[in-house]
């Protein structure tokens, strides 16, 4: 192989967010998020709610935490915590037993040491711990025994180490004598480290200098003094919490047999010192708590330690989930941790959170309003008309007698605009564009333009037109309580929103007006309408509203005036001279009387008039009936979910000229 050959490594992208990942789609989270603005939700909470609730194809906060706290609770209802008890019980029995078979056997012992030492054996107290301290000055005649009863020290030496120090059970079984004595010397060196850290008289050349010395003993591999403490600490807090979480007994036992680690006090008194020294320096971990486990499946001491550290990590990711505290964000999630305890596709879950929250937030699809609270922003109305108003036009096109939005135009002067081919046009080809986007489709997939080229579907851009009719257009919506009441009120937005998103993006050469009528009439801009919470006054002010739609239409005498009515209720206020809004249930007669007198008005400057009636109520039923008489209008009588296609589809005709006659809208 040549020396100069260099082979490669691949593996998972740890530099933060993966950049060949495809692009958050946010198309399902804006929806979301926008149908719990419009029904009276802030921005934050509808986003917030999303993101505990998921998508159709993610899991969210909600989902996650309750795999956390299932998690948590396998943890504690599969274990015990006498497991190493439970191991050093065996090796003394082991060792009890082959020092009676030795002693059977050995036919040249006095009969008097025999029978001494038989006794002791007898009469060794029921206490584990008591036990091993009993023997330690045993003289054992079973080589068997006696490496038994070594085992019993090694295991206890390497539990206790493994409390401290993650893997060191595993590292030190069957250690030397020169293995145990560079723990100890780890363990001198970095009690004087942290005492010196202590004092502050600790530089960063004693930690590279502890590290180049001793790091094999740390795989967290920590960069500064204080991740060095931190991961001591957690691991020190998550050993003292084990042993509150055993019984009276057992923290007992251990004290008792904590002696005999390694057959080295020394050991333990430098662990205490480094426990002290955590404490002092990390007084902010959890040393006090405890946990009730009750299972069947044993833990050592450093794997209980272990299986602590993760329902602690698992307490911290249940709280960051739950995104209760001031000034949360789902940036606070520790990924790395939820795939440890969770896996990597819980990981990539909360990942696409992560994502959808910071493109919500940062890339343009809230704003502060005038009032500081989040708004929708342009962007995303316009994104979420776009929306709606693709589902309003599938509602059109699946019925008998309607057709699709994409008609918008289609007879009239082209506007030298132009937009991407869609499935139904029948515009003209914008050629000029259409073989321009050929060519850069081309030439970015190294192809050579000169050879020929190929048109895709994406290519193609047809020239848009301006219908001949320019229409002033003002649409009512009725914004009573009842409206929210009885279910109407995300349908009536929804379908501000669709001819909001029609009429700016097809109809250029058309102005739409919203007005809102309750006690009182107010114009009002797509996002205002969008944002505006459920309002509890009484009062349904069509004549105040009817006022402001004769305004505008005065503002715009060269167009076709069309007004669309959306209520579900007979008027019940109308606007005095002095500008105080008069309301009376039942209708007062003087209400109905200046509300006709405005909508006659209107019927003279030759408005085509559309209501909308929602709901069964027979009183609104004969007063819409009554004012389209009048002005020889249209009453349309959907259900909310058909509202928006209604209106719409009522807005087309008034531009196409009958072409939606022969549809039955309702009576």
Do not use: C
């Amino acid at each position: 192989m040549s020396a100069h050959h260099r082979s490669s490594r691949y593996g998972r992208y740890t530099g933060g967010p993966d950049p060949l990942a495809p692009p958050v789609d946010l198309a399902e989270a804006l929806d979301a998020v926008a149908e719990e603005v419009m029904a009276g939700y802030s921005p934050r909470q509808a986003l917030q709610e999303f993101l505990r609730r998921g998508g159709r194809d993610r899991e969210g906060l909600d989902d996650l935490a309750g795999r956390v706290q299932q998690r948590r609770q396998d943890l504690l209802s599969r274990h015990r915590l006498d497991g190493t008890l439970s191991e050093v019980r065996k090796l003394l029995d082991t060792a009890v037993l082959e020092e009676r078979k030795q002693l059977a056997r050995d036919a040249m012992m006095d009969n008097t040491d025999r029978a001494f030492r038989e006794m002791q054996l007898q009469n060794l107290p029921s206490s584990t711990a008591a036990a091993v301290n009993e023997l330690a000055s045993y003289d054992w005649q079973s080589s068997t025994a006696r490496e038994a009863y070594e085992r019993i020290k090694d295991l206890l030496g390497r539990e206790v180490l493994d409390q401290r120090f993650a893997g060191m059970k595993q590292a030190l079984e069957n250690a030397s004598d020169e293995d145990r004595e560079a723990v100890s010397g780890m363990l001198r060196d970095l009690n004087k480290l942290l005492d010196k850290h202590r004092r502050g008289e600790d530089t960063d050349e004693d930690f590279q200098k502890f590290m180049s010395r001793h790091g094999s003993f740390f795989p967290e591999n920590p960069e500064s003094v204080e991740e060095l403490i931190d991961a001591l600490a957690q691991r020190a807090a998550a050993a003292q919490r084990l042993l509150q979480s055993m019984s009276q007994e057992q923290r007992d036992e251990l004290m008792r047999l904590s002696a005999q680690a390694f057959g080295s006090p020394e050991l333990m008194a430098q662990l205490d010192q480094l426990d002290a020294s955590l404490r002092t320096l990390r007084p902010g971990e959890d040393w006090t708590g405890s946990e009730r486990f009750e299972g069947q499946e044993g833990l050592g001491l450093g794997d209980g330690t272990g299986v602590l550290q993760d329902i602690a990590e698992l307490d911290e990711l249940a709280e960051q989930l739950s995104q209760s505290y001031n000034g949360s964000r789902l940036d606070d999630l520790d990924l790395d941790a939820l795939a440890r305890q969770l896996g990597q596709n819980a990981a990539v879950s909360a990942r696409a959170l992560v994502d959808i929250e910071r493109a919500m937030q940062d890339g343009g699809y809230l704003r502060r309003g005038p009032d500081g609270d989040l708004r929708l922003s342009p962007q995303a109305m316009r994104r979420l008309g776009k929306s709606l108003l693709r589902d309003t036009a599938k509602q059109l096109s699946g019925r008998q007698g309607r057709r699709d939005t994409r008609v918008a135009g289609a007879a009239g002067d082209q506007t030298g605009s132009s937009r991407e081919w869609q499935f139904g046009d029948a515009e003209p080809w914008d050629v000029t564009r259409t073989i321009t986007n050929a060519i850069r489709r081309t030439m970015a997939d190294g192809g050579d333009p000169s050879r020929g080229l190929r048109l895709g579907a994406g290519d193609i851009e047809v020239a848009e037109t301006e219908a001949r009719t320019q229409a002033a257009v003002v649409l009512l919506v009725d914004v009573s309580f009842s409206m929210a009441a009885e279910g109407r009120w995300v349908p009536m937005k929804r379908t501000a929103l669709a001819l909001h998103q029609l009429v700016s993006t097809r109809f250029r050469g058309d102005r739409l007006q919203l007005i809102t009528f309750g006690r009182y009439a107010q114009s009002m801009d797509i996002g205002d309408l969008t944002a505006l919470p459920a309002l509890r006054e009484q009062g349904t002010n069509l004549h105040h509203g009817l006022l402001l739609a004769n305004r505008f239409f005065r503002r715009h005498p060269s167009m076709q005036p069309v007004l669309l009515v959306v209520t579900d209720g007979e008027p019940t206020a109308h606007l005095l001279a002095e500008g105080e809004s008069w309301f009376s249930w039942p209708p007062d007669p003087e209400t109905i009387r200046v509300t006709v007198a405005e909508l006659d008005r209107l019927g003279r400057a030759g408005t085509q008039a559309t209501f909308f009636r929602l709901g069964d109520d027979p009183g609104l039923a004969r007063f819409v009936q009554n004012m389209v008489r009048r002005i020889d209008g249209r009453v349309v009588a959907p259900e909310a979910g058909e509202l928006g296609a209604a209106v719409v589809g009522e807005y087309l005709r008034a531009h196409f000229h009958g072409i939606y006659d022969d549809v039955d809208w309702g009576s």
